[in-house]
């Protein structure tokens, strides 16, 4: 029953922000619109950008859902990158009425997901520190999200498959490569350690 809710209050702020702006839009006009007492809006989520945040975040899952490995996540942005365009009347008016700040947080935790389960297992048996691997995983999802951001800011006219092929020639076995490095890294200042 609880994600029924959700996914009603999710469908009425789409269906509402085809034709009014996010700014224009009430808690009431979705809890009319959806069937759903404003006591219920409030007990999932605490204003309209909360539901805003959670509707990015769940369509960004929909969209992964098992594209989180390193021979995937290329197809997994791909697919980021159509649930995107797909909600794009929803997207480009969350986009002109929240901060950039606000979009950049939402897409920051869709792909730091995605990077950091690459990163995970492409440590398996590695030494590499927790600290190490997240800041591959950052490093990596402020490019991403930089991307799509202009992308969007651009009306989503880009052929977004294009330039996933050619941020896959740019970054293909670079996420390796910096684990190797710091691996490396880490063996030698042990070795340092050990040897005074």
């Known amino acids: 029953m609880q994600n029924t809710t959700k996914l009603a209050l999710e469908a009425s702020l789409k269906k509402l922000l085809l034709h009014k702006p996010l700014d ?5 006009d979705i809890t009319t619109d959806c069937g759903i007492s404003r006591m219920a ?10 539901l805003v945040e959670w ?6 899952k929909r969209a992964l ?15 980021i990158f159509e649930a995107v365009l797909e909600n794009k009347p929803f997207i480009m008016n969350v ?3 929240v901060s950039r700040d606000k979009i950049e947080s939402y897409l920051y935790k869709l792909t730091f997901g995605l990077i950091a389960d690459v990163v995970e297992e492409k440590c398996v048996g590695s030494s590499v520190a927790e600290e190490d691997k997240a800041f591959i995983a950052e490093f990596y999802k402020y490019g991403f999200v930089g991307m799509m951001l202009d992308w969007i800011a651009q009306g989503m006219k880009a052929d977004y498959k294009e330039m996933m092929d050619r941020l896959s020639i740019a970054v293909h076995g670079n996420i390796a490569n910096s684990i190797q490095n710091f691996e490396q890294q880490q063996k030698s200042q042990s070795y340092i350690h050990t040897t005074i």
């Open 55 to 60: 509707v990015c975040v769940e369509d960004g």
């Open 65 to 79: 859902q098992d594209k989180k490995t390193y021979d995937t996540w290329q197809e997994g942005m791909c697919q």
């Open 24 to 28: 224009k839009i009430t808690i009431n």
């Open 41 to 50: 809006f409030y007990y999932h989520f605490k204003d309209i950008y909360d």
């Open 95 to 97: 986009y002109r009425c």
